[in-house]
């Protein structure tokens, strides 16, 4: 049986089938698969998540492309389907999905030892996890509008791991915009993705969100999952100290 060739749309799990020993079988990426940066930056990019450049991801003749629920279009990946033999899809939902996501991927390209290898990993990570006390958290995304976090996302999940609470509580949007004016919260923490917040968006929503604590935090540890998700687990046990 010939090699795989494998087109990955979501940055998270290109680093995944990276750390899986599938580097040499992948022969396309998006332009915010960066990770690990000297190993993918000579795999052929195919455009973002979410503007697809279908010709050359033809031409690159895959036989598997790496698809995500949240990161990717439906209409997107049926239109792969037409021509790239396996359309493999991904979904994980909250930190301990991760270790379906790793045997999926191990399953799916022969790697199953290597996968095993990082379930261990991903256990004892969570076995380091620590009690803390409660916190009401704001996660925000995105700047004018001020964009947050449902309840429903795997970021919430895994704040939640550390007794950190999303709010709002609930909403029907995963993504929904909010009024700084009307939060209430211990803190409120400015991711580093999509939008790239800096140090000096902290004043200013320690303006409008009166007696909250804000800082900055790495969207990577929080939002991918993925091997990274590892290393994300013990980042969160520092920072929320």
């Not at 990770?35 to 455009?47: C, M």
């Not at 390209?109 to 803390?132: H, M, S, Y």
């Not at 915009?177 to 409120?188: C, P, Q, S």
Request: hydrophobic share 40%.
């Amino acid at each position: 049986m010939s090699a795989p060739r494998i087109v990955s749309l979501v940055p998270s799990i290109t680093e995944l089938l990276c750390d899986l020993d599938l580097s040499e079988q992948l022969v396309g990426r998006t332009g915010f698969c960066i990770h690990p940066w000297e190993t993918v930056k000579s795999i052929p990019k195919v455009g973002g998540t979410k503007d697809l450049k279908f010709d050359r991801i033809r031409e690159l003749e895959p036989t598997h492309v790496v698809v995500n629920i949240d990161e990717n279009k439906k209409e997107d990946a049926e239109m792969l389907a037409e021509f790239i033999p396996n359309v493999v899809v991904t979904h994980p939902l909250g930190p301990r999905d991760n270790l379906d996501l790793y045997r999926q991927m191990g399953s799916e390209f022969d790697r199953e030892a290597q996968a095993e290898e990082l379930c261990g990993k991903f256990e004892a990570a969570l076995e380091r996890v620590e009690d803390r006390s409660e916190q009401k958290v704001l996660y925000l995304i995105w700047r004018d509008p001020w964009m947050t976090i449902s309840p429903e996302t795997y970021i919430s999940r895994t704040l939640g791991l550390f007794n950190w609470t999303t709010v709002p509580a609930s909403t029907e949007e995963r993504y929904p915009e909010v009024d700084l004016a009307e939060v209430e919260v211990d803190r409120v923490l400015l991711s580093s993705e999509p939008f790239h917040f800096k140090e000096h968006h902290v004043a200013e929503v320690e303006g409008l969100v009166l007696g909250a604590k804000v800082s900055l935090i790495d969207g990577e540890m929080t939002s991918w999952y993925g091997s990274r998700a590892i290393a994300g687990i013990d980042y969160l046990r520092e920072y929320t100290r």
